[in-house]
């Protein structure tokens, strides 16, 4: 049912004041202040300027809808508009969107024949005035209440007459003029009352996410006119949401936080004029690619450009489950010099110390929390890009460099390269993070990657790739064919060999990987057992260390190689636990020789193993 308050019905209706911010969360601020009828306030304030609302006696002029950040709709109603026509769209929020369209599209705000110009006032004066001199050429209007002297401004024209202003004036600039014109407003809340939201086409996210660099969730979030938007309403996407973009909860929160970077101003800006010139085009083939090569050409101007990672290899960083997003850890090995800040890095430290007033890298923290982001990125990235990423992956092929530009930024005398070595060498970690990097490990691991010693697609965690004979006198000592050999000593020497990891290194298909298990198992060099958060079946004898996510739980004969730090007892009557993970303590070739030493001189996980 349309409002009235004697000046005649209202297009707009009253929401819940929840529904409506949740519906156009990330395109404005002032959480608290969209009460029930914001949107038929913004509505009255579109009459006061047209000459059609007039206050009632006492009034000076419409008073505030939300917290008047909704003016930079003007000229980019088409930010909303992708977001009503989006099939992720939940129905309860499309309602609000597409009743926010249909007022919008009656209001002065999409008539082309005014000009606006956004600006702040200062604090004193009436909310609004309707032309100068007696004239009905235009109007001003304060659309919040003052805040630290100065308020919000949004001035009309339809002459060139300016029109009175309701207080001082600070500065203004004109609006952007741009999609959302009566017309396609009308016709687009038609099409998607009439025929439901716009199909959804993964291609045309695949060609977003490879024209600007972001991650695939990312590119679907931004498609859907949800670029990044903040986390004040939970679920950020529910099932049938995550469904409609074909995206996974870690995806969506992943692609959430890689967006985290853009203001709400920037979001709005992003996708104004994305929409095509007729919105039925949106349901014809091609049409959401056509949208997306729109979205991507605005993303360049707007974000610029950075490497996009192979699929395979962003998916492996999203399991990492790092401070920050997947996306952003992949850029850093990608380009390490140039690698931009992470979300949230912005305003950590206040008042800014004049070297951090132009931040540009991820190197540039500003405080402790940022240092420690990055120092964890770092330091699990560089052992996961050599053991875990395939020979010729461009962000393995980058972690040479990362260390080179760490070292560099860390010689340097300022503030950032101060801050970034107390988070390198703070903490309980801190002294096995120094002694890794400074100690000869890190540097033979970045070797091994620049020598390019194994063939393209094999991984450094497969023994016969790195470690050719090695595998051949395990088998010839203990009997197995090769590929239980390699299985071997993969369990003997990796911190996580689950199956799923095992078959991904060593190119197995089940079937084979399945024979090799049998093969060991038949020999008694490993019990078959279930244990939680293993991701395996087989395991080698003796005592096991737990391990609360994300550390890997493993069997405590493994730890002393790896320089895990357990507390706990014997790991018999009183279990292990594992407490921290450092870095890999050598090259794969030097830990899988010394796991098969240790079996040779007797000192293997069994009696029945040596």
């Known amino acids: 049912m349309h409002k009235t308050d004697g000046n005649g019905d209202w297009i707009a209706r009253e929401w819940k004041s929840f529904t409506i911010t949740a519906a156009l969360q990330g395109f404005v601020g002032g959480w608290g202040v969209w009460y029930d009828d914001a949107l038929v306030s913004i509505e009255r304030t579109g009459r006061f300027i047209a000459g059609t609302w007039a206050p009632e006696a006492g009034e000076d002029g419409p008073r505030p809808g939300g917290d008047g950040t909704w003016t930079r709709f003007i000229g980019r109603i088409g930010a909303v508009a992708l977001r009503a026509a989006a099939p992720s769209t939940r129905p309860a929020r499309r309602e609000v969107l597409l009743n926010f369209l249909e007022s919008w599209a009656e209001s002065p705000f999409a008539d082309p024949s005014y000009r606006f110009r956004i600006g702040r006032l200062a604090a004193e004066g009436p909310f609004g005035v309707r032309g100068a001199g007696g004239s009905t050429h235009g109007a001003a209007v304060a659309t919040y209440w003052p805040v630290k002297g100065k308020r919000r401004l949004l001035e009309a024209r339809t002459g060139d007459d300016a029109p009175g202003l309701p207080g001082e004036l600070l500065y203004a600039e004109d609006a952007h003029r741009g999609w959302g014109g009566p017309e396609q407003l009308r016709r687009l809340v038609a099409l998607v009352r009439e025929r439901g939201p716009m199909p959804w086409d993964p291609a ?202 760490m070292r560099e930024v860390l010689a340097r005398k300022d503030s950032p390269a101060k801050v970034l070595y107390a988070g390198v060498v703070g903490g309980s970690g801190g002294s096995a993070r120094w002694d890794w990097l400074t100690g000869g490990a890190c540097d033979r691991m970045m070797d091994r990657i620049t020598a390019g010693d194994l063939p393209p697609g094999r991984y450094e965690s497969d023994p016969r790739a790195c470690a050719p004979a090695l595998v051949a006198e395990v088998a010839d000592r203990l009997g197995p064919a090769e590929d239980a050999a390699a299985l071997y000593l993969q369990l003997l020497t990796l911190p996580v060999p689950s199956d799923r990891n095992v078959r991904r290194w060593n190119g197995w298909t089940p079937a084979r990987h399945r024979a ?84 040779r001189n007797g000192e293997g996980p069994s009696a029945s193993a040596a």
Not at 289 to 308: K, S, Y
Not at 548 to 569: C, N, Q, R, Y
Not at 584 to 590: K, S, Y
Request: charged share 25%; proline share 12%.
């Open 204 to 405: 045309a996210v695949v060609e977003l996410s490879d024209a600007c660099g972001i991650s695939r969730p990312a590119a679907a979030l931004t498609l859907s006119g949800n670029p990044g938007t903040g986390g004040y309403y939970t679920p950020f996407l529910d099932k049938d949401e995550r469904a409609a973009l074909g995206l996974k909860t870690a995806e969506a929160e992943s692609g959430r936080a890689e967006l985290g970077r853009l203001r709400d101003a920037d979001r709005v800006a992003l996708l104004a004029d994305v929409l095509p010139e007729d919105p039925a085009d949106l349901w014809e083939p091609g049409g959401l690619r056509r949208v997306a090569a729109r979205t991507a050409e605005a993303w360049r101007e707007q974000q610029g450009v950075r490497p996009r990672p192979p699929e395979q290899t962003w998916q492996a960083a999203l399991a990492l489950e790092t401070p920050i997003p997947a996306t952003d850890l992949c850029h850093l090995f990608l380009d390490p010099a140039r690698a931009p800040l992470p979300p949230g890095f912005y305003l950590r430290a206040w008042p800014c110390p004049p070297e951090h007033r132009a931040l540009r890298t991820v190197w540039d923290v500003m405080g402790f929390p940022d240092a420690n982001a990055v120092v964890d990125a770092v330091f699990t990235g560089l052992p996961w890009a050599y053991a875990d990423l395939p020979a010729g992956d461009p962000v393995r092929d980058g972690a040479p460099e990362v260390v080179r530009v």
């Open 516 to 599: 090799a298990v049998g093969e060991l198992v038949g020999r008694g060099l490993v019990v078959e057992d279930k244990r939680a958060r293993a991701g395996r079946s087989v395991f080698l004898p003796g005592p096991w260390a737990h391990a609360a996510k994300p550390l890997p739980p493993m069997e405590l004969w493994k730890t002393s190689l790896l320089g895990a730090v357990l507390t706990g007892g014997d790991g018999v009557r009183t279990p292990a636990q594992v407490r921290a993970v450092p870095p890999l303590p050598g090259t794969l070739p030097e830990l899988f020789a010394a796991a098969w030493q240790r079996v």
